[in-house]
């Protein structure tokens, strides 16, 4: 049966923020596609390939495979698709069951495929009876690793605590226990393989969300069900002109929008904050359906015509419903995903010029023409009735109505967000793009440091002797000026003091013998490299907070200020560099016992630091 | 009651003729005080470790477990130049001429040095042609003195122990000109610490990374030494200490965590500041325990709470908690009392005739009290004896060892009024920093962190140790579990943490390297 357009948003509220039970998941979502007839959402995940190709019959040895992450990585749904790539049973799968069996052939031979889909919800016995206990089970996977030519392969999908929890409990099994070792040691560094063992080992918690944001929002825009809906239009109701569903799926189109929502993706990345597909999709599901005053915050068909009417449409504003605007705050703040993008503070943040745009655009004449194209191009969410009214409320009032101002700021702040996904790119630096948000120099960390590192190329000159100054400014304590070397100051006791005015050396940026400090690209993560001497030296890595951190103590910021984090950070990397100094003078020649040698260091009126030195003879 | 393989017998009434009773002594040694704070400790400690490594027995007893005797420094060349010497800045600002500065300068530092046999500082020229110069130098010696915003006296302010030539013990200088020794800044509690590093298990593990602090090629000691004229030859002996077991699980856990933080091979006099805080909580820890063995009840634990922005149950817990615990060295002392009173000894001397001259003969060999005829003239009742005896030596153990454990555990962090106004436990990041340091090799899983800080200190985070010490009915598990999650945060914000996924975290150790063993 062909899908209707009310049973594709039915089955898209599936993904939003409902109260639910998170076990399970992948079924369900399959259970109710099948029930309304809809195709669920379906792309490849970045890995699938890989795995996949770990079960072809043509593979060298039989590899046991681990597949860990958190909830919503996409774990069960992979172990689907090898369910299906290797003809197992449709009818197994689909039921409640955890564990499978099927003999199949890899590598030339006959092997028995172990899959459990998830090890939270393995039973302690089985009632088929294909294994005593977990324990058992879990020591014959250790045996198939540690012991050659097993018969035994297994796919297994574990949240990664509980992955070394329940091996922990294993029993006192020595496989077990080197087993465990194994995969701890696979987690923590990073490592999908260990040399030797048939072992692969992938935790899709690794993969970068903005790949995933990617395949993700293609593929819910171009779904077949938007057909659908665009065919089953009802007047003045439902994916009318005026419907808020429609609209946002249009705006989500918008390549702009979607390059800013991508930016805070990909800035998420940078700073280690992981994002699972199933939260991705509740995001997108939540952004085209969100509104504050229907029933579970999300619409449905039946909503609209009523929407309409009483013209409270605004408030179904995209931008807002990104950051979670539609939802109460607790049930914003239990999900993480609102969490980390409501920590760009997008909305909250401001600048005078972007807020003068917004409140006096419409009657100055100097702002006349970026109010017209900034707000007023957009007679939905931008300037629209609602927000006329309350800003001429708000600018010719008295101050003596307490209403008034209260209404006219929470409508900024959906502004202001909508203001940071539709600013144009060639308006971008004038009107300060980033100033939206608490990481002023986000911009600029993708656009002039990740950019040109991933394309190989150097980054400008600027910003790293940006970066030095900052560096020197937390490294010394002082409001030095100094960005030409780094200075690597310690005080008499301790090198993590706070103000530190003995020099021990100054590390030139422009390359001298071995000595030079770059910007490099490792992981996919820049980071600031300072060389010391033939492969003596130490790299700080640059993500997005550091950097921040950095840019702004160089413009003025007092270190202790943005984050005591990064503060420490830093001064940690300090005492990495000045052990990485004492190792290069381990291997210099010792210098004559004639004269003790100290710099002082001072900064002279234009802020450059200066050191004197202190000469004590050695009688 | 005490192992006689471990506990030592006491030394000769004549060595401590001013201890008015022999109690405090025979369960912590002589002796444990507070009101040192933990910086002093540490350097108590240095000074007899200078003085024991120059002799060629650093951390080795060999077999002579009393007395403790060592010839420190006195250095006064040194400490008159660093805090003796307010005229030098004034000359320095005063005169710009070098040569008129130097003599200016020499004249009076001749006139106001104190306890230096012959004050004449012209050595200095020698190395600093410039007056200006060595006024910098100092001035910076000076800033980088220990505790330097301490309003004590200038012979009891100390240089920063960059080596032997920097290390020397406390001293007071009266009219006379001499300098005396008293026992109130360094108050034994330092030889005490080194009696028990000796006595560790690590203790021969120690010696090499000591004797590092100890080497004199450090550039900044090499300074100090050219500010002194020559080897300092003025020394008195000093002994007296006493530390009555012969080995101690908390020795053992001292020397453990000094080894495992000395393996860290920190740049420069990195670790000092963890030495410092970890010896002050093992001196704590010591002086519960063995409070706890007299009385015969198990080891006292310790509800920690992570500062919350409002008052939690684990706050309420961890200030009844801390009240208990510190009852414990006081019921010690009525236990050594009651241990006495209840001895076949006593209880025959009782049926006894001259009943009272036996039991009096019994409490001089027991604690040597009373001796003198002020400390007792009640009637000639044995009980009334004993009681006399027990308030007694309660008295004299509020004084100062009752404190020990409020003094040294805030020293070290564990104690505090923070964001109340009741004593309770709440380790504060310096001392976090340390645990990590001492405990976590490259990582620890976080549950496994929790569990270590448990059976090693007797600290109580989580639930699951919560649990173990408060039974399961009582119980609120919740609050546990949010103190748990707030040290998780706290250890993240110091770069000490790595989350993988929300049931997974591990506790690092940034410090730790590839080489460290």
Redesign the interface.
């Known amino acids: 049966m062909s899908i209707t357009g009310a049973n594709w948003i039915r089955f898209l509220r599936q993904h939003g923020p409902r109260p639910r039970n998170d076990t399970m998941y992948d079924e369900q979502i399959h259970r109710v596609a099948r029930r309304l007839g809809v195709q669920p959402l379906n792309f490849d995940h970045p890995l699938e390939a890989r795995l996949l190709s770990t079960f072809s019959p043509d593979v060298p040895t039989p590899i046991s495979v681990v597949l860990t992450g958190t909830a919503g990585d996409g774990k069960t749904h992979l172990c689907g698709k090898v369910w299906q790539y290797l003809d197992g049973d449709r009818a197994a799968w689909d039921s409640d069951e955890t564990y499978f069996t099927k003999p199949i052939l890899v590598a030339g031979r006959p092997v028995t495929l172990h899959l459990i889909r998830d090890l939270t919800a393995l039973p302690q016995s089985d009632e088929q009876g294909r294994y005593t206990s977990k324990e058992s089970l879990l020591q014959r996977l250790s045996k198939s690793i540690t012991a050659p030519d097993s018969s035994d392969v297994f796919l297994i999908a574990a949240n990664d605590g509980f992955l070394l929890e329940a091996w922990n409990r294993a029993g006192e099994d020595p496989n077990a226990a080197f087993v465990r070792n194994l995969f701890e040691q696979l987690l923590v560094e990073d490592r999908a393989e260990e040399p030797g063992r048939p072992l692969l080992f992938l935790n899709l918690s690794r993969q970068p969300c903005a790949i995933l944001f990617d395949l993700a929002t293609n593929a819910l825009i171009n779904h077949p069900g938007w057909s659908a809906c665009y065919q089953s239009v009802v007047t003045d109701g439902f994916f009318s002109e005026h419907c808020p569903i429609r609209r946002n799926l249009e705006l989500l189109r918008d390549p702009v929008v979607l390059s800013r929502l991508r930016n805070l993706f990909e800035l998420c990345d940078q700073s280690d904050l992981h994002i699972p597909i199933r939260r991705i999709l509740l995001l997108l599901a939540n952004a085209i359906l969100g509104h504050p005053e229907v029933s579970d915050r999300l619409m449905q068909p039946g909503d609209i015509a009523r929407l309409i009417a009483s013209r409270t449409t605004s408030k179904a504003s995209l931008y807002n419903n990104f950051f979670g605007g539609n939802l109460s705050e607790t049930k914003r703040e239990s999900l993480e995903i609102f969490e980390y993008l409501n920590r760009f503070r997008i909305g909250h943040e401001t600048s005078n010029r972007i807020d003068n745009i917004l409140i006096f655009g419409a009657a100055d004449d100097a702002l006349r023409p970026f109010f017209d194209r900034l707000v007023a191009s957009d007679p939905y969410y931008g300037a629209n009735d609602e927000f006329r009214a309350a800003q001429s409320a708000y600018v010719e009032t008295s101050g003596e109505d307490d209403a008034s101002p209260g209404a006219f700021l929470s409508t900024l702040v959906s502004q202001r967000r909508r203001l940071y996904f539709t600013i144009p790119e060639d308006m971008a630096d004038q009107v300060r793009l980033w100033d939206l948000t608490i990481f002023q120099y986000a911009g600029e960390y993708l656009e002039r440091v990740l950019g040109p590192l991933r394309q190989r190329r150097q980054v400008e000159r600027a910003i790293l002797s940006r970066l030095v100054k900052g560096l020197n400014r937390v490294f010394t304590g002082l409001l030095t000026t100094t960005d030409r070397d780094l200075l690597l100051a310690t005080s008499l006791s301790y090198s993590g003091a706070r103000v530190s005015q003995i020099l021990d050396d100054r590390v030139p940026v422009s390359p001298r013998l071995h000595e030079r400090i770059e910007l490099t690209l490792q992981h996919d993560r820049p980071g600031l490299a300072v060389c010391l001497a033939q492969g003596v030296g130490r790299t700080l890595r640059l993500n997005l907070t550091r950097y921040e951190f950095l840019s702004r103590v160089a413009e003025g910021a007092l270190p202790g200020s943005f984050s005591r984090e990064c503060y420490e950070d830093i001064l940690a990397f300090k005492s990495q560099v000045l052990a990485a100094l004492a190792e290069r003078r381990r291997s210099e020649p010792e210098p004559g016992p004639q004269a003790l040698y100290l710099r002082l260091l001072d900064l002279d009126p234009v802020g450059n630091a200066v050191d004197q030195p202190v000469e004590v003879l050695n009688g | 009651m005490a192992d006689a393989t471990v506990h030592i017998p006491p030394p000769r009434p004549a060595d401590h003729q001013q201890n008015e009773m022999w109690v405090d002594e025979q369960i912590w040694g002589h002796r444990l005080w507070d009101s040192q704070s933990p910086w002093l400790l540490f350097l108590e400690f240095l000074s007899v470790a200078e003085a024991k490594h120059r002799e060629g027995s650093l951390l080795d007893e060999r077999g002579q477990l009393y007395p403790l005797q060592f010839w420190p420094n006195k250095r006064m060349s040194l400490r008159n130049l660093l805090f003796n010497n307010e005229c030098m800045p004034r000359i320095a600002a005063r005169v710009s001429d070098n040569a008129a500065a130097w003599t200016a300068w020499l004249k009076e530092i001749h006139e106001t040095a104190q306890a230096v046999p012959s004050p004449d500082f012209s050595y200095l020229q020698?190395?600093?042609?410039d007056f200006h110069?060595l006024e910098?130098?100092i001035s910076?010696?000076r800033?980088?003195a220990i505790e330097s915003d301490s309003n004590r006296r200038w012979t009891s302010r100390f240089a920063?122990p960059f080596g032997p030539a920097g290390i020397y013990e406390d001293l007071s200088v009266k009219g006379s000109g001499h300098p005396s020794r008293e026992y109130i800044n360094f108050t034994r509690s330092g030889e005490l610490l080194y009696l028990m590093l000796c006595r560790a298990k690590t203790a021969a593990e120690l010696r090499a990374p000591l004797a590092r602090f100890l080497c004199s090629d450090h550039?900044?000691n090499?300074?100090l030494n050219?500010l002194q004229p020559g080897e300092d030859m003025d020394r008195s002996r000093r002994d007296g200490s006493f530390l009555p077991w012969r080995t101690h699980d908390t020795f053992d856990k001292l020397g453990e965590d000094w080894l495992a933080v000395c393996n860290l091979r920190?740049?420069?006099?990195?670790a000092?500041?963890f030495l410092v805080t970890l010896s002050a909580l093992h001196l704590s820890l010591y002086h519960l325990a063995v409070a706890a063995d007299q009385c015969r009840c198990e080891r006292p634990r310790f509800l920690c709470e992570i500062v919350a922005p409002r008052k939690t149950l684990v706050r309420e817990l961890s200030t009844a908690n801390f009240l208990e615990n510190t009852q414990l060295p006081r019921r010690a002392i009525e236990s050594l009392v009651a241990d006495i009173e209840q001895s076949p000894e006593w209880v025959q001397s009782l049926s006894e005739p001259g009943a009272f001259s036996l039991c009096k003969a019994i409490l001089l060999d027991r604690v040597r009290w009373p001796r003198d005829p002020e400390d007792y003239d009640g009637p000639e009742v044995p009980e009334t004896l004993i009681s006399a005896l027990r308030t007694a030596a309660l008295r004299r153990h509020r004084q100062h060892n009752a404190n020990v454990h409020r003094s040294f555990g805030g020293g070290a962090g564990l104690v505090s009024r923070r964001g109340t106004n009741r004593l309770r436990y709440a380790p504060n990041d310096s001392l976090l920093k340390a645990l990590v340091l001492a405990n976590v090799r490259q990582?620890m899983?976080f549950g496994e962190f929790l569990k270590r800080l448990y059976d090693r200190y007797g600290f109580v985070f989580g639930e699951r140790e919560a649990e173990l010490v408060l039974g399961r009915e009582d119980l609120d598990k919740r609050a546990f579990q949010a103190n748990a999650e707030r040290l998780e945060r706290r250890l993240?914000?110091?770069?000490m943490l790595?989350r993988?996924?929300?049931?997974?975290g591990?506790v690092i150790n940034?410090?730790w390297s590839v080489g460290t063993p």
Do not use: M, N
């Open positions: 020698k190395h600093f042609r110069q910098l130098v910076l010696l800033a980088a920063f550039p900044w090499k300074l050219i920190l740049p420069g006099f990195d000092y500041p990582r899983e993240a914000t110091l770069g790595r993988l996924s929300d049931a997974c591990y940034p410090l």
